[in-house]
T-cell receptor, first 115, second 112 residues
């Protein structure tokens, strides 16, 4: 099993450009998440999905959009990139129960620089 | 709003020493608590998950404890090795929630 994979690994954008980050998981997990990690701020949840066709906002959703058209894929879009979106982006997936989410598995990350 | 604190922010120990990493959280209504390891430039690897009804979990040289009422968890590493050098992150999920709230981590260096 590949686990959680992310594409691309690195990207440099100019301010105002758009891009999509792709996350794929092969563990048949219901839940998927996008986080960003910044020095001094730790990991923060951007958006998440509790099933195919569903998405929800996390702690820092502004400037990002997401889609979950297939259970195994979760896409994160930046419509008009800003320097404040320079960060390392992590995707994660997990099983879920009625009481909450279970162990989360993380991808290797995408390092994004916006000039 | 849940807040997770990890103290110390960095720790340096000689090889072979037993050590304890601390995590505290402000809202005791949690579903579970997880400890992760992150190596430089890499993603997070889940080490241990403790359900809210459990007191501890063990995996090899690692033991994590949970005291939900006091809002505390500890990660005990026995007989530390240079390969244990990494940043250790604690995270909690609130009851009925899907969102992990992370601490900022403890950077551990094990000196040969």
């Amino acid at each position: 099993n590949a686990g959680v994979t992310q594409t691309p690994k690195f990207r440099v954008l100019k301010t105002g450009q758009s891009m999509t980050l792709l996350c794929a998981q092969d563990m048949n997990h219901e839940y998927m998440y996008w986080y960003r990690q910044d020095p001094g701020m730790g990991l923060r949840l951007i958006h998440y999905s509790v099933g195919e066709g569903t998405t929800a906002k996390g702690e820092v959703p502004d400037g990002y959009n997401v889609s979950r058209l297939k259970k195994q894929n979760f896409l994160l879009g930046l419509e008009s990139a800003a320097p404040s979106q320079t960060s390392v982006y992590f995707c994660a997936s997990s099983w879920g129960l009625a009481g909450g989410a279970m162990k989360q598995f993380f991808g290797p990350g995408t390092r994004l620089t916006v000039l | 709003k849940q807040e997770v604190t990890q103290i110390p922010a960095a720790l340096s120990v000689p090889e072979g020493e037993n050590l304890v990493l601390n995590c505290s959280f402000t809202d005791s209504a949690i579903y579970n608590l997880q400890w992760f390891r992150q190596d430089p430039g890499k993603g997070l690897t889940s080490l241990l998950l403790i359900q809210s009804s459990q007191r501890e979990q063990t995996s090899g040289r690692l033991n994590a404890s949970l005291d939900k009422s006091s809002g505390r968890s500890t990660l005990y590493i026995a007989a530390s090795q240079p390969g244990d050098s990494a940043t250790y992150l604690c995270a909690v999920i609130g009851a009925g929630s899907y969102q992990l709230t992370f601490g900022k981590g403890t950077k551990l260096s094990v000196i040969p």
